[in-house]
């Protein structure tokens, strides 16, 4: 969700800066999750703890982040510009 929410970066209104945090934490919420079955399918289980971790932790970050965005590129499109009519007393 992350990495395609930066990928329509433009259409969405959101900057480049916020583009690439999504992206940043969808790859590793990917690889964390990559880690986190081979570590459950192979048996291993060591840092099983961990590897759960990084899977979720970054896309719920992601999700955040991809909503404090949302919420402030709405506002700046829907801000109300003060008049330059002075006020008669």
Known sequence: ???????FRGRLGMSRGVARALLVLGVIGLLG???????????INIAIGL???LAIYPIVAAHVVFGVSL??????RTAIVPSTIPATA
């Open 1 to 7: 969700m992350s990495i395609l929410a930066a990928s």
């Open 51 to 53: 590897f759960e971790r």
């Open 33 to 43: 999750f990559a880690a986190f079955m081979i570590d459950v399918r192979g048996g």
């Open 71 to 76: 919420l402030a590129s709405r506002a700046a």
